[in-house]
């Protein structure tokens, strides 16, 4: 890619993410404005609000969020339908209060087992909170461990609820999970039960560069950006 002077260009772009892509999209503003000279700027939220800012209309140019939120505001006429890419997959991590018995989690059976025993399991909203009430349906103890579960509150990392020792365990994205004070992540699901998400960009039918901005997606899924994606816990899509 072409690297320009910064003051070849007044373009500002803006983008809404969800926390999960949250330091990633941050380190892609500062990496493209050094080779573009464009400024990105993004406001990273919950999955669920930034979704809502979406269709509320707001002037942003892209959004980056879980690929079956992107393929709803396409459907709904929020996001451009040809403009989608898939950007990173990034897997659920189980954490547990730092200093305390850490039960095992090498398999299925393993981590089924840890849940049965935990006075309370915290998780978040969005995918992969979803995909953890699934889970648990599928293995037949959803209404057995109901009242232990603890759905964290908007803005607050399901990583804090463990922490604080308001959760034995904790579900959440890796990379929201990774950098987090007072907890040990014990590791990614076991592959027997992954819970994958993968998150996707497009272009917002709002926006205000638009070629600017469908060059930004080139960028967000070219190999330039792989190393970034690794160093926040997630993988290219």
Known sequence: MKKVAASLSDVRLTGVSSMATRQF???????????????????????????????????????????????ALISDGHIVGDSKIDVVRSKV??????????????NERALCDAIRAARSIGYSTGPSGKALLNLLDAWGIADSIADRLVLSPPGVPVGQLVADGVVDLGFQQFSELMNLPGIDVLGTMPHDCAIVTTFSAGLCVNATHRTETRELLDFLRSQVTDELKYRHGMEPA
């Open 25 to 71: 999209v941050a380190d892609v503003g500062v990496f493209y404005r050094k080779q573009c000279g464009i400024d990105v700027h993004f406001m990273s939220v919950g999955g669920v609000d930034a979704a809502r800012l979406v269709r509320q209309g707001n002037s942003f140019d892209l959004a980056v969020l879980a690929s079956d939120a992107i393929d």
């Open 93 to 106: 991590a189980v954490a547990a209060r730092a200093g305390t018995p850490h039960p095992a989690i090498d």
